[in-house]
């Protein structure tokens, strides 16, 4: 629901109203249908000529004239679809590879490191600032591997993230968010970063259609261990880089097992293909289904397990976003009517 306020006098002497966003953890809360983004990193690092880079991803963009303005052209006409369809939008901030070690590998330290950082989720605020119902992600990147479980100490762990967590929890991004992560202990140790700051986080762990994480654990267990381990909970669990049809058999055993922790999965981050990620490695192109079944896929995640909020991941693009957004939009306004009718007097 949009809340309004009176802002000033224009100068014909009219009252301006300008709309007041709701905090985004208002929604997740309220379990509000929310679009997110699709992969803005692999259009532009994988399928354009710009100068971006397999371990710092789109980063050397957001210094570059037309790096950064394609960034935010991607990001505005996502943004503009959701806008179209009356949704609550979502969109990731290029901050899932600025990672301290990744940096230092590229000669940024200290001040110029943490400036990046910045940098990085302020390219994306003027698609905020353009469209009401707009919130901005930071993601986090995992410490291992996001795909393949390796040995990770959860202290070590901790200072890994630590420093990114600071960086992204002093910016105006809406919600962190710790993305791909394949074992339980990398996962452990981000979640117990996130929850010593002061900003809304998210949890989102790769799974396998057997429920687990790349690692074995099974992905109701590292719900109900983080949650009863941390001082402040995630406002909620999401699946990342996860193709649909992989979510939909994963979600089917973590509800059998464990419904508490299959309510606390609220968000989908879909990968485009159940292609392995070996088999991904190896194409000479960019795997990715047809939108229309994959959307489907991702609908049913929304509609018989009340994953809210819906995007893609790697190899998806406007196309996935158009076939969700219509599909969200009609159940909101099916929603709509149906309460508007069972108000009306009688």
């Not at 309004?4 to 109203?17: A, E, L, P, T, Y």
């Amino acid at each position: 629901m949009a809340l309004f306020n009176v802002g000033g006098v224009d100068q014909g002497g009219r009252h301006r109203v300008e709309h007041m966003r709701r905090a985004f953890v208002e929604l997740v809360q309220e379990r509000v249908s929310i679009l997110g983004d699709c992969a803005t990193g692999t259009r532009l690092h994988l399928q354009s000529p710009l100068g971006t880079d397999d371990q710092l991803g789109l980063v050397p963009l957001v210094d570059d004239d037309l790096g950064a303005t394609a960034i935010r052209a991607v990001s505005m006409g996502y943004a503009a679809t959701a806008a179209e369809f009356g949704l609550p939008f979502v969109i990731d901030a290029p901050t899932w590879w600025a990672r301290s070690d990744r940096l230092a590998r590229h000669g940024i330290n200290g001040d110029a490191a943490k400036a990046l950082v910045r940098r990085c989720v302020e390219v994306v605020l003027p698609v905020r600032d353009r469209f009401d119902d707009v919130y901005v992600s930071a993601p986090m990147g995992p410490s291992t591997d996001g795909y393949r479980a390796g040995d990770v100490d959860v202290d070590q762990a901790i200072e890994y993230h630590r420093w990114h967590a600071e960086q992204l929890a002093a910016t105006d991004a809406d919600v962190l968010v710790a993305g791909t992560f394949s074992t339980a202990n990398d996962l452990e140790a981000v979640a117990r970063v996130l929850s010593a700051t002061d900003r809304p986080y998210v949890l989102g762990p790769n799974v396998h259609a057997t429920g687990c994480l790349p690692d074995g654990t099974a992905l109701h267990h590292v719900i109900d261990s983080i949650e009863s381990t941390v001082t402040r909970l995630p406002s909620h669990w999401g699946l990342w880089c996860t193709h649909p049809e992989v979510a939909l058999s994963a979600m089917e055993i973590v509800g059998t097992a464990d419904p508490h922790a299959h309510r606390r999965v609220q968000q989908l981050k879909g990968n485009g293909t159940t292609a392995s990620i070996e088999e991904r490695e190896c194409a000479d192109h960019v795997l990715c289904d047809e939108p229309e079944p994959w959307a489907l896929a991702a609908m049913r995640l929304h509609d018989e397990h009340g994953v809210s909020i819906v995007g893609g991941c790697c190899g998806t693009d406007d196309r996935h976003l158009l076939s969700l957004a219509i599909r969200l939009a009609a159940i909101s306004r099916h929603d709509s009517v149906g309460d508007s009718k069972s108000g009306a007097p009688e």
